[in-house]
């Protein structure tokens, strides 16, 4: 094979920035392919036209008039407009009203089958764009059956003969997990069920995650700590058994942030632009938000960001059983989040017990995300775990100081301050614990108390390399192990089919 071929890669993901967002995949979606593209490759990305992407924004242009998709036993009509990520790089939005024309995104019954759709239509469509990928890379639960499909309905296709898969798992604790009607409407039914003998379950449902991992030619998740994680019972979500199973075909490789868009010396939201070399000019961005968020405005009080989804994941629960105690010391908290109603009412109540003191803004807003991570002086994440975490890199990139819990990508990302020898762009603790997170962040605020020290840490922390470009290099060998691992397996049932 030729290595140095540029590739045609199809790029699947459930939500793109800045089409659709609702947390870090979005965010991916819409950096990762130029990075990708940069590097000489032909890399076309596809997503569902949602009700909320508005096509005259976006000057979206129908490419493809409607056509007929299979679904179970019957069709449904598609088109596909298209946008564009950047100059050279297509964004194909699928639209059906039925299915997508809604205020949200996820969290309906009936996302079985809009995903399906979805995927089924992004692979007819490039049939009818006579555009063959030589890689179909999915992303996550939504768009984990087309490796399935291509090694079975598509099997025989000779459009897809040299088109193998690549799934990255970004969450695997969101698997996507239905019933058997599934299998009917995704038009498989008659392969049946996944047996694993360490994995009961499997036979009595459809587990979309484990399908992209059972079937893809390469398999990648977030991180390098994460890839080892999830090996284990521990972390493995249940699916761990198939994921020893692929071990050599699975990787880990850490996100970047796209540097053009998160770039504190040019964003249009942050009050004052900065960079490492000019750090004080940073404090404007301080105050200000402290003024828009309705914090008593004093430079000198350290003020510590969140911005999350407010999820168990993200290890608000170890935060709660300790904040009263942490806003006995000397700080400032400000929280953007959306997600459970249990960390609604847990930061509503902490900003009415400490006005002046603590603000919670329950909304998805990024703008203000952006004015969080260039004011505060602190950026907390202690997750029970985190596949890779883009929230501490961007807090880096801005000049605000992460403190995490040391796992997954905040491990890989995260490197605890050493004072002795100046090493170091944040502060981590171990154990899954309160007090483990009340002493990182009382060693944080310690380190604040000199200005010196902590202009170090923040350099550090903007000075370092979170861009794509050497995980992009890594995605494309992916690609290209992932089309020699579909080209062996392919012989090899060309061979055993010649000797029967
Ligand atoms: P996850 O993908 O698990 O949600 P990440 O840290 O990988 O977490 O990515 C989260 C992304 O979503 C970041 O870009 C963060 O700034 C953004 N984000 C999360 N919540 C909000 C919010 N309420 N408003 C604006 N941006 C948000």
Redesign the pocket.
């Known amino acids: 094979m030729d290595n140095d071929r540029p590739l045609k890669i199809l790029y699947l993901s459930a939500e793109v920035v800045p089409f659709a967002?609702?947390?870090?995949?979005?965010?991916?979606a819409g950096s990762l392919p130029k990075a990708i593209h940069s590097l000489g490759h032909d890399i076309r990305v596809a997503m569902p036209r949602y009700g909320r992407i508005d096509p005259l924004k976006f000057d979206l242009k129908e490419v493809l008039p409607p056509f007929p998709i299979p679904m179970d036993r019957q069709t449904e009509e598609v088109s596909v407009l298209q946008g564009q990520l950047a100059p050279e790089i297509p964004v194909y939005l699928v639209e059906n009203t039925k299915y997508y024309d809604r205020d949200g995104i996820y969290m309906y019954p009936d996302d079985a089958e809009r995903f399906i759709l979805f995927c089924r239509s992004a692979l007819e469509m490039t049939h009818r764009l006579d555009w063959r990928p030589d890689v179909i890379h999915c992303n996550d639960w939504h768009t984990a059956i087309v490796p399935n499909w291509l090694k079975t309905v598509y099997h025989d296709d000779p459009f897809f003969a040299h088109t193998a898969s690549v799934y990255t798992i970004?969450?695997l604790a969101y698997q996507g997990v239905f019933g058997y009607r599934v299998l009917e409407i995704a038009g498989i039914a008659e392969y049946g069920f996944m047996y694993h003998p360490e994995m009961a379950d499997l036979a009595e449902v459809v587990d979309f995650m484990a399908r992209g991992i059972y079937f893809a030619d390469a398999i990648n998740t977030v991180s390098e700590t994460y890839a080892r994680e999830i090996l284990t019972p521990e972390c493995g979500e249940k699916l761990d058994p198939i994921l020893r199973d692929r071990s050599d075909r699975l990787f880990g490789i850490v996100?970047g942030?796209d540097y053009e868009v998160m770039n504190p010396a040019t964003d249009p939201y942050i009050a004052r632009t900065f960079d490492a070399d000019h750090l004080d000019l940073r404090v404007n961005n301080k105050l200000a938000l402290q003024q828009e968020a309705g914090l008593d405005v004093d430079a000198s009080v350290p003020l510590t960001g969140i911005?999350?989804?407010l999820t168990d994941?993200?290890g608000f629960d170890i935060l709660g059983n300790v904040i009263d105690h942490l806003l006995d010391l000397n700080l400032q908290v400000v929280v953007?989040?959306?997600g459970d109603p249990h960390y609604h009412e847990m930061f509503s109540r902490l900003s009415q017990t400490y006005p002046g003191r603590a603000v919670v803004?329950l909304?998805?807003?990024?703008a203000?995300?952006?004015k969080i991570?260039a004011g505060s002086d602190m950026f907390l994440?202690p997750s029970r775990f985190?596949?890779?975490?883009?929230?501490?890199m961007?807090a880096m990139r801005y000049g605000s100081v992460p403190i995490v819990r040391s796992t997954g990508?905040l491990a890989d990302t995260v490197c605890d301050w050493d004072p002795r020898t100046g090493v170091g762009n944040g502060f981590s603790f171990e154990r899954y614990d309160r007090w483990a997170l009340f002493a990182a962040i009382v060693r944080a605020l310690e380190n604040y108390r000199y200005p010196e020290t902590w202009r170090k840490l923040q350099v550090n922390g903007m000075t370092a390399d979170f861009s794509w470009q050497a995980s992009a290099r890594k995605y494309v060998e992916l690609y290209r192990r992932a089309m020699s691992n579909q080209t062996s397996e392919r012989t090899v049932q060309a061979e055993a089919s010649a000797e029967q």
Request: aromatic residues 8%; contains cysteine.
């Open positions: 967002k609702t947390g870090g995949l979005a965010d991916v970004h969450n996100n942030i911005v999350s989804r994941q993200k953007l989040g959306t803004f909304t998805f807003n990024a203000l995300a952006q991570y994440m985190e596949p890779c975490g883009l929230g501490q961007l990508g």
